[in-house]
């Protein structure tokens, strides 16, 4: 289910309930569950891919990054109002303002009655290079039964704007929601300090401009917070060149080709690295997370275990121990 908004904060806090997450999906056997690609490339004469419309009001989510303006603080809020089913106060924010993000939470606080499908089919034709616009024209169409024309939006999402919050979601969406979004980086890295997030950001991309490992390595590792994973694993890769003996830019660099679209380009670049740096737990430590993110909890278990062994006073075996005890008696299933 998509979220309101998703805040600097609350990415960078991810870590935080990280081993709780994967403690989760180990315990439930890490079962992926398929969402609306069960009828992936289906047009809509095929039976299965229009079914009834859903009740209720489609979920929206708008991530405004390193925006703390009012207007990205209002429709935030209105998107959790909106989320939380108090449709009239969202509406009300929503009215205050112009901008995409507002039409499309006012068609969806009026849904179904204000042909809320209708509206988010032509704000999408009169944005065709806005990936909010063609993500919400997904839900809108799912929330109408057309499950097919569903897959189809994210998939352009997907494919159209990859470097975009909106196309991460639409993974969620296409590939299974109970997985987490990104994979979570654990770096030992330290980031300027700032008066404002996107004050912040700036300070790393002018970084980053220098021929310097780490400062591109921050500048990424910011990036993929912000969930612009291509930027991201461009400066994670330009790092791992620069500095290609460093465990950590190479591991960096692997896990940036992640996508639910095609797990296998991370691991043919991750695996790898077990040879090339055997003692650094980072990598064995990713390894695991990815490998129990892709359903694989037994393998992953292994991984974790093995950064741990390597490394038992480092936070890399003090976040598997954690994990190990959360887990407790349900074992890998």
């Known amino acids: 289910m998509a979220t309101a908004a998703r805040p600097l904060a609350a990415a960078r806090s991810r870590r935080i309930v990280l081993v709780v997450a994967v403690a989760a999906l180990i315990a439930a056997g890490a079962v992926v569950g398929v969402t609306v690609l069960q009828t992936r490339g289906e047009t809509t004469t095929v039976p299965g891919s229009?079914?009834?419309?859903?009740?209720?009001?489609?979920?929206?989510?708008?991530?405004?990054?390193?925006?703390?303006d009012p207007e990205a603080r209002d429709l935030a809020r209105a998107a959790e109002l909106l989320n939380a089913k108090h449709v009239a106060a969202a509406r009300a924010i929503f009215e205050r303002h112009h901008s995409l993000q507002a039409q499309i939470g006012l068609?969806?606080?009026?849904?179904?009655?204000?042909?809320?499908?209708?509206?988010?089919?032509?704000l999408a034709a009169e944005n065709p290079d806005s990936a909010v616009a063609e993500y919400h024209l997904g839900w809108a169409y799912l929330w109408s039964g057309r499950i097919a024309d569903a897959a189809a939006a994210w998939n352009r999402v997907d494919t159209r704007f990859p470097d975009s919050?909106?196309?991460?979601?639409?993974?969620?969406?296409?590939?299974?929601?109970?997985?987490?979004?990104?994979?979570?980086?654990?770096?030992?890295?330290?980031?300027?300090g700032a008066a404002s997030?996107?004050?912040?950001?700036?300070?790393?991309?002018?970084?980053?401009?220098?021929p310097d490992a780490e400062a591109k390595l921050r500048y990424g590792y910011?990036?993929?917070?912000?969930?612009?994973?291509?930027?991201a694993e461009r400066q994670f890769a330009a790092a791992a060149r620069l500095a290609p003996q460093d465990p950590y830019a190479r591991t960096a660099a692997a896990v940036g080709l992640f996508t639910k679209r095609a797990p296998a380009r991370a691991f043919a670049r991750l695996g790898?690295?077990?040879?090339?740096?055997p003692h650094a737990?980072?990598?064995?430590?990713?390894?695991?997370?990815?490998?129990?993110?892709?359903?694989?909890?037994?393998?992953?278990?292994?991984?974790?275990?093995?950064?741990?062994?390597?490394?038992?006073?480092?936070?890399?075996?003090?976040?598997?121990?954690?994990?190990?005890?959360?887990?407790?008696?349900?074992?890998t299933k």
């Open 50 to 68: 229009v079914t009834k419309p859903r009740s209720g009001i489609p979920p929206v989510f708008f991530d405004f990054g390193v925006r703390d």
């Open 107 to 122: 068609a969806f606080a009026g849904w179904p009655g204000d042909d809320g499908l209708g509206t988010l089919k032509r």
């Open 165 to 192: 919050p909106e196309s991460v979601e639409a993974e969620n969406q296409l590939y299974s929601a109970d997985k987490p979004d990104l994979p979570d980086l654990v770096l030992p890295l330290s980031l300027p």
């Open 197 to 210: 997030a996107a004050a912040q950001l700036r300070v790393l991309a002018a970084d980053a401009r220098k």
């Open 222 to 231: 910011f990036l993929w917070q912000l969930w612009h994973r291509v930027s």
């Open 272 to 277: 790898p690295l077990t040879a090339v740096f």
């Open 281 to 331: 737990p980072v990598v064995r430590f990713e390894l695991g997370l990815l490998l129990i993110a892709t359903a694989q909890p037994a393998k992953g278990l292994k991984q974790l275990r093995l950064a741990a062994a390597e490394a038992p006073r480092s936070s890399y075996a003090k976040a598997v121990r954690t994990l190990l005890s959360r887990i407790g008696k349900h074992g």
